[in-house]
C-alpha cells in the first residue's frame, strides 16, 4: 500500500481576484457554462475550501464581503437575498446575470457609489 503524505500547500495570499479574473476570461472553463449562479457556488466552495485548510481570511476576501452590502444598496434591497439573486433579479438570464457581475464588480473595485 502506498501512504500519501500531504504537505501544506504555498497558497498566494491574495489569489480572489485573480480568479474573477480568469473566470471573466473564460467562464465556461470554470463554471461550465455562463451563470451566476454557478460562479456563486464556485466561490462558496472557494471559501469553505480556504476555511478547511485553516488559512486566514484575505484583504481581497474581507473587501469581497461588503460587495453584499454594495449590491443591496444600489438596487434598494432590505431582504436577505444574497448578491447573486439580486443581480440575477435584475437581469435577463443567468448568461446576463454573470455578465452584469462583472460589470458591478468592477464600478464595487473602482470604488463606486452604490
Not at 10 to 22: C, T
Amino acid at each position: 500500500m502506498t501512504e500519501i503524505t500531504l504537505s501544506k500547500v504555498d497558497v498566494k495570499s491574495e489569489y480572489l481576484y485573480n480568479l474573477l479574473q480568469r473566470i471573466k476570461e473564460r467562464p465556461g472553463m470554470y463554471l461550465g457554462r455562463c451563470s451566476i449562479t454557478r460562479l456563486s457556488m464556485l466561490l462558496m466552495g472557494y471559501s469553505i475550501a480556504r476555511g478547511d485548510l485553516g488559512l486566514p481570511t484575505t484583504e481581497q476576501e474581507q473587501e469581497f464581503e461588503k460587495f453584499q452590502e454594495w449590491i443591496a444598496k444600489r438596487y434598494n434591497i432590505t431582504s436577505s437575498h444574497g448578491w447573486d439573486s439580486i443581480i440575477l433579479f435584475y437581469s435577463a438570464d443567468e448568461r446576463d446575470a454573470l455578465d452584469n457581475f462583472f460589470n458591478l464588480f468592477e464600478k464595487f473595485q473602482n470604488r463606486e457609489r452604490a
